[in-house]
Protein backbone atom coordinates (compact mmCIF):
# COMPACT_ATOMS: atom_id res chain seq x y z
CA UNK A 1 0.00 0.00 0.00
CA UNK A 2 1.49 3.35 -0.64
CA UNK A 3 1.71 5.74 1.49
CA UNK A 4 -0.85 8.03 0.69
CA UNK A 5 -3.11 5.30 0.49
CA UNK A 6 -1.97 3.87 4.05
CA UNK A 7 -2.70 7.96 5.91
CA UNK A 8 -6.20 8.37 3.39
CA UNK A 9 -6.34 4.80 6.06
CA UNK A 10 -5.50 5.78 8.90
CA UNK A 11 -7.01 8.70 9.07
CA UNK A 12 -10.75 7.23 8.23
CA UNK A 13 -9.89 4.65 11.48
CA UNK A 14 -9.46 7.55 13.21
CA UNK A 15 -12.45 9.25 12.39
CA UNK A 16 -14.69 6.11 13.06
CA UNK A 17 -13.10 5.86 16.24
CA UNK A 18 -13.89 9.29 17.65
CA UNK A 19 -17.21 9.49 16.09
CA UNK A 20 -17.99 5.53 18.29
CA UNK A 21 -16.34 7.58 21.10
CA UNK A 22 -18.50 10.84 20.87
CA UNK A 23 -21.74 8.22 20.79
CA UNK A 24 -20.57 5.98 23.84
CA UNK A 25 -19.85 9.28 25.69
CA UNK A 26 -23.36 11.11 24.75
CA UNK A 27 -25.66 10.17 27.62
CA UNK A 28 -28.94 8.78 27.31
CA UNK A 29 -32.28 10.80 28.36
CA UNK A 30 -36.13 10.28 29.05
CA UNK A 31 -37.94 8.76 26.17
CA UNK A 32 -41.55 9.29 26.82
CA UNK A 33 -43.95 5.97 25.90
CA UNK A 34 -44.64 5.68 22.94
CA UNK A 35 -43.86 6.71 19.21
CA UNK A 36 -42.30 10.19 19.09
CA UNK A 37 -44.61 11.63 17.24
CA UNK A 38 -47.45 10.64 19.77
CA UNK A 39 -45.35 13.28 22.38
CA UNK A 40 -47.13 16.14 23.63
CA UNK A 41 -46.54 19.41 23.62
CA UNK A 42 -46.98 19.07 27.74
CA UNK A 43 -44.54 16.60 27.66
CA UNK A 44 -41.70 17.76 25.82
CA UNK A 45 -41.77 20.82 27.89
CA UNK A 46 -42.15 19.07 31.25
CA UNK A 47 -38.71 17.05 30.16
CA UNK A 48 -37.48 20.77 29.52
CA UNK A 49 -38.37 21.75 32.77
CA UNK A 50 -36.36 19.33 33.86
CA UNK A 51 -33.13 19.70 32.81
CA UNK A 52 -31.13 21.67 35.70
CA UNK A 53 -31.80 18.60 37.40
CA UNK A 54 -29.78 15.90 34.57
CA UNK A 55 -26.11 16.32 36.20
CA UNK A 56 -27.39 15.42 39.66
CA UNK A 57 -26.89 12.47 41.26
CA UNK A 58 -29.21 11.50 44.35
CA UNK A 59 -28.90 8.90 46.50
CA UNK A 60 -31.02 7.77 49.96
CA UNK A 61 -30.17 4.72 52.07
CA UNK A 62 -33.08 2.71 53.87
CA UNK A 63 -32.62 -0.06 56.42
CA UNK A 64 -35.57 -2.20 57.38
CA UNK A 65 -34.16 -4.19 60.65
CA UNK A 66 -31.40 -5.71 60.13
CA UNK A 67 -31.93 -8.69 56.83
CA UNK A 68 -33.11 -5.14 54.36
CA UNK A 69 -30.02 -2.55 53.77
CA UNK A 70 -30.58 -0.76 50.58
CA UNK A 71 -29.27 2.08 48.39
CA UNK A 72 -31.55 3.97 46.05
CA UNK A 73 -29.71 5.60 43.30
CA UNK A 74 -31.54 7.82 41.39
CA UNK A 75 -30.93 10.05 38.08
CA UNK A 76 -33.29 13.00 36.60
CA UNK A 77 -33.58 11.73 32.65
CA UNK A 78 -30.25 10.34 32.97
CA UNK A 79 -28.60 6.71 33.59
CA UNK A 80 -27.35 5.81 36.99
CA UNK A 81 -24.61 3.90 35.45
CA UNK A 82 -24.12 4.70 31.53
CA UNK A 83 -21.64 2.28 31.03
CA UNK A 84 -24.07 -0.38 31.67
CA UNK A 85 -26.35 1.09 28.56
CA UNK A 86 -29.35 -0.68 31.00
CA UNK A 87 -31.47 2.68 31.18
CA UNK A 88 -31.64 2.30 34.60
CA UNK A 89 -32.75 5.48 35.88
CA UNK A 90 -33.11 4.15 39.35
CA UNK A 91 -31.53 1.39 40.77
CA UNK A 92 -31.44 -0.38 43.79
CA UNK A 93 -28.36 -1.51 45.64
CA UNK A 94 -28.38 -4.36 48.19
CA UNK A 95 -26.06 -3.43 51.14
CA UNK A 96 -25.46 -7.35 52.07
CA UNK A 97 -24.50 -8.95 48.73
CA UNK A 98 -23.95 -6.02 46.42
CA UNK A 99 -26.81 -6.91 43.77
CA UNK A 100 -28.19 -3.87 41.92
CA UNK A 101 -31.93 -3.95 40.86
CA UNK A 102 -33.31 -1.68 38.58
CA UNK A 103 -36.66 0.07 39.64
CA UNK A 104 -37.19 1.90 36.50
CA UNK A 105 -35.76 2.51 33.64
CA UNK A 106 -35.48 6.14 31.54
CA UNK A 107 -36.17 4.67 28.05
CA UNK A 108 -40.55 4.11 29.40
CA UNK A 109 -41.16 7.66 31.02
CA UNK A 110 -44.22 9.29 32.20
CA UNK A 111 -44.55 12.63 32.89
CA UNK A 112 -47.22 15.30 33.75
CA UNK A 113 -47.64 18.02 36.46
CA UNK A 114 -50.24 20.04 38.63
CA UNK A 115 -50.01 23.63 39.81
CA UNK A 116 -47.09 22.76 41.95
CA UNK A 117 -45.79 19.27 41.59
CA UNK A 118 -43.76 16.89 38.73
CA UNK A 119 -44.81 13.42 38.34
CA UNK A 120 -42.39 11.41 36.42
CA UNK A 121 -42.44 7.71 36.28
CA UNK A 122 -40.12 5.12 35.09
CA UNK A 123 -41.35 1.72 34.08
CA UNK A 124 -39.99 -1.13 32.81
CA UNK A 125 -37.83 -2.19 35.87
CA UNK A 126 -36.73 -5.89 36.72
CA UNK A 127 -39.09 -8.39 37.71
CA UNK A 128 -40.85 -8.14 41.38
CA UNK A 129 -40.39 -12.08 41.08
CA UNK A 130 -42.69 -13.55 43.83
CA UNK A 131 -44.76 -10.35 44.41
CA UNK A 132 -47.33 -8.20 42.69
CA UNK A 133 -47.72 -11.31 40.06
CA UNK A 134 -43.87 -11.00 38.83
CA UNK A 135 -44.79 -7.64 36.82
CA UNK A 136 -42.19 -5.42 36.16
CA UNK A 137 -41.01 -2.67 39.00
CA UNK A 138 -41.95 0.96 38.62
CA UNK A 139 -40.52 4.20 40.43
CA UNK A 140 -42.73 7.57 40.76
CA UNK A 141 -41.03 10.72 42.10
CA UNK A 142 -43.16 13.18 43.10
CA UNK A 143 -41.06 16.74 42.59
CA UNK A 144 -43.05 19.49 44.82
CA UNK A 145 -42.34 23.30 44.21
CA UNK A 146 -39.60 24.76 46.72
CA UNK A 147 -38.54 28.28 45.56
CA UNK A 148 -34.89 29.24 45.72
CA UNK A 149 -33.65 25.04 45.87
CA UNK A 150 -32.17 22.95 42.99
CA UNK A 151 -32.72 19.98 44.18
CA UNK A 152 -33.24 18.55 47.83
CA UNK A 153 -34.68 16.27 50.29
CA UNK A 154 -34.68 13.27 47.77
CA UNK A 155 -36.22 10.10 49.82
CA UNK A 156 -38.76 6.90 49.77
CA UNK A 157 -41.93 6.99 51.08
CA UNK A 158 -43.13 3.47 50.75
CA UNK A 159 -43.02 0.40 48.55
CA UNK A 160 -46.19 -1.12 47.55
CA UNK A 161 -45.68 -4.97 46.88
CA UNK A 162 -48.31 -6.64 48.48
CA UNK A 163 -50.70 -5.97 45.79
CA UNK A 164 -51.22 -8.28 42.81
CA UNK A 165 -50.50 -5.50 39.99
CA UNK A 166 -50.02 -2.31 39.46
CA UNK A 167 -46.89 -1.93 42.30
CA UNK A 168 -44.52 0.64 42.68
CA UNK A 169 -41.91 2.26 44.73
CA UNK A 170 -42.74 6.00 45.53
CA UNK A 171 -40.12 8.47 46.37
CA UNK A 172 -40.26 12.41 46.61
CA UNK A 173 -37.89 15.39 46.47
CA UNK A 174 -38.45 19.21 46.81
CA UNK A 175 -37.03 21.52 43.53
CA UNK A 176 -37.74 24.96 42.33
CA UNK A 177 -37.77 23.81 38.48
CA UNK A 178 -41.44 22.56 40.06
CA UNK A 179 -42.79 25.80 40.49
CA UNK A 180 -45.24 27.76 38.38
CA UNK A 181 -43.52 30.73 36.71
CA UNK A 182 -43.69 33.93 38.62
CA UNK A 183 -46.10 36.75 37.65
CA UNK A 184 -43.81 39.38 36.79
CA UNK A 185 -46.69 42.39 35.59
CA UNK A 186 -47.04 45.52 37.39
CA UNK A 187 -49.92 46.32 38.98
CA UNK A 188 -52.37 49.13 38.31
CA UNK A 189 -51.45 50.54 41.82
CA UNK A 190 -47.78 50.10 40.89
CA UNK A 191 -47.50 51.73 37.47
CA UNK A 192 -49.40 54.65 38.78
CA UNK A 193 -46.91 55.18 41.75
CA UNK A 194 -43.96 54.92 39.67
CA UNK A 195 -45.81 57.03 37.19
CA UNK A 196 -46.01 59.83 39.95
CA UNK A 197 -42.73 59.24 41.69
CA UNK A 198 -40.94 59.79 37.78
CA UNK A 199 -42.89 63.23 37.70
CA UNK A 200 -41.84 64.05 40.92
CA UNK A 201 -38.24 63.61 40.16
CA UNK A 202 -38.41 65.40 36.66
CA UNK A 203 -40.19 68.30 38.49
CA UNK A 204 -37.26 68.60 40.86
CA UNK A 205 -34.23 68.29 39.00
CA UNK A 206 -35.76 70.19 36.00
CA UNK A 207 -36.88 73.07 38.26
CA UNK A 208 -33.42 73.19 39.62
CA UNK A 209 -31.71 73.04 35.90
CA UNK A 210 -34.12 75.73 35.33
CA UNK A 211 -33.89 77.84 38.54
CA UNK A 212 -30.11 77.65 38.12
CA UNK A 213 -28.85 77.91 34.90
CA UNK A 214 -31.88 80.40 33.65
CA UNK A 215 -32.99 82.08 36.13
CA UNK A 216 -29.77 82.11 37.87
CA UNK A 217 -30.88 81.64 41.66
CA UNK A 218 -28.46 80.85 44.25
CA UNK A 219 -28.85 78.78 47.29
CA UNK A 220 -32.39 77.49 48.49
CA UNK A 221 -33.78 79.73 45.57
CA UNK A 222 -33.03 77.37 43.53
CA UNK A 223 -35.77 74.97 44.08
CA UNK A 224 -38.92 74.97 42.07
CA UNK A 225 -41.78 77.10 43.54
CA UNK A 226 -39.86 78.12 46.78
CA UNK A 227 -42.15 80.53 48.10
CA UNK A 228 -45.14 77.98 47.39
CA UNK A 229 -43.21 75.61 49.06
CA UNK A 230 -42.17 77.58 52.02
CA UNK A 231 -45.48 78.95 52.87
CA UNK A 232 -47.06 75.70 52.45
CA UNK A 233 -47.72 74.64 56.03
CA UNK A 234 -49.67 78.18 56.76
CA UNK A 235 -51.70 76.99 53.19
CA UNK A 236 -52.23 73.59 54.59
CA UNK A 237 -53.63 74.58 58.16
CA UNK A 238 -55.73 77.25 56.46
CA UNK A 239 -57.57 74.41 54.46
CA UNK A 240 -57.50 72.49 57.82
CA UNK A 241 -59.19 75.64 59.19
CA UNK A 242 -61.55 76.10 56.62
CA UNK A 243 -62.39 72.19 56.22
CA UNK A 244 -63.03 71.19 60.06
CA UNK A 245 -65.09 74.67 61.45
CA UNK A 246 -68.08 73.92 62.27
CA UNK A 247 -69.21 77.39 62.69
CA UNK A 248 -68.40 80.81 61.05
CA UNK A 249 -65.44 82.31 62.38
CA UNK A 250 -66.49 85.63 63.95
CA UNK A 251 -69.47 84.08 65.61
CA UNK A 252 -69.26 84.87 69.84
CA UNK A 253 -67.96 82.22 72.23
CA UNK A 254 -70.38 79.97 73.01
CA UNK A 255 -69.55 80.56 77.43
CA UNK A 256 -69.86 83.76 78.89
CA UNK A 257 -67.49 84.77 81.90
CA UNK A 258 -68.37 84.99 86.06
CA UNK A 259 -66.65 87.97 87.22
CA UNK A 260 -67.99 90.69 89.03
CA UNK A 261 -68.52 93.30 86.13
CA UNK A 262 -70.35 90.74 83.92
CA UNK A 263 -72.94 89.51 86.70
CA UNK A 264 -73.44 93.08 86.51
CA UNK A 265 -74.08 93.78 83.65
CA UNK A 266 -76.42 90.60 82.96
CA UNK A 267 -78.45 91.77 86.42
CA UNK A 268 -78.74 95.49 84.75
CA UNK A 269 -80.05 93.67 81.61
CA UNK A 270 -82.76 91.15 83.82
CA UNK A 271 -84.12 94.91 85.51
CA UNK A 272 -84.91 96.24 81.87
CA UNK A 273 -87.95 94.72 81.34
CA UNK A 274 -89.82 96.09 85.11
CA UNK A 275 -89.38 100.14 84.18
CA UNK A 276 -92.38 101.82 83.42
CA UNK A 277 -93.34 102.02 79.47
Not at 131 to 152: D, F, P, Y
Not at 229 to 250: E, H, I, M, T
Request: charged share 25%; proline share 3%; aromatic share 8%.
Amino acid sequence: MSPPCHTSALLLVFMALAITGAEQLEERSCDVIGDESSESQMERALLKKLEPLNHIRFNVTVENGKTEKYIYHFRVCREVNSTLHDFGGLVQTDRQNGKTTVIGRINETQVFNGSDWIMLIYKGGDSYGRHCSGERRRAVIMISCKRGVTASSFSIISEEREKEQDCFYLFEMDSSVACPAENSHLSVGSILLITFVSLIAVYIIGGFLYQRLIVGAKGMEQIPHFAFWQDLGNLVADGCDFVCRSKPRNAPAAYRGVGDDQLGEESEERDDHLLPM
